[in-house]
């Protein structure tokens, strides 16, 4: 298990002639040249951040709602994301993006980013799921708060999915 790597390769691309490219606004926006040094560091705090993001939902959830917490408390946290994008790009030379990888070098990127998770990672996180989603269930069954159970079997049921595929494809 390599989540520092996992990371890393969602933000970082390794272009055949050996640069580091950066590109955090995604397929249209601008590229980055970056150092390994840099890169390093960047995958570190965004880590971090994810931590932090990861926190701050799970208190929201207990201390202010789901409604609230998914209405006020996770755009703020998706706005700090992206001014940390917008720190972590300041003063880096643009560059041109690198080539799409043809369907076959996708699938294996998506095979070495899931390995990098690993196996037990992988099914921990998916027991988690399943266990939000169960939770959300008896919050709407049992107790009839189905404004609150709904999100949360919605988001858990997603990333269930997700990580069912990421099993399947390691």
């Not at 040249?33 to 799970?58: D, P, W």
Request: charged share 15%; hydrophobic share 50%.
């Amino acid at each position: 298990m390599q989540p520092l790597e996992f990371v890393a390769r969602t933000l970082f691309y390794h272009v055949p002639d050996g640069r580091i490219v950066f590109r955090p606004w995604g397929s249209r926006g601008p590229c980055y040249l970056v150092t390994a040094e840099q890169k390093r560091s960047r995958v570190r705090l965004q880590t971090g951040y994810y931590a932090f993001m990861i926190a701050a939902v799970s208190y929201g959830v207990m201390n202010l709602g789901t409604a609230k917490t998914f209405l006020v408390l996770v755009p703020l946290i998706v706005a700090g994301n992206y001014l940390l994008f917008w720190v972590f790009s300041r003063g880096l030379a643009t560059t041109e993006p690198p080539p799409r990888p043809s369907a076959a070098e996708f699938r294996d990127q998506m095979r070495q980013g899931n390995r990098a998770l690993g196996k037990p990672l992988l099914i921990a996180l998916l027991g988690i799921s399943l266990g939000g989603m169960a939770l959300g269930l008896y919050g709407w069954l049992a107790l009839g708060l189905w404004n609150s159970a709904l999100p949360v079997i919605l988001f858990s049921g997603a990333t269930s999915a997700v990580f069912i595929w990421q099993l399947r494809n390691l």
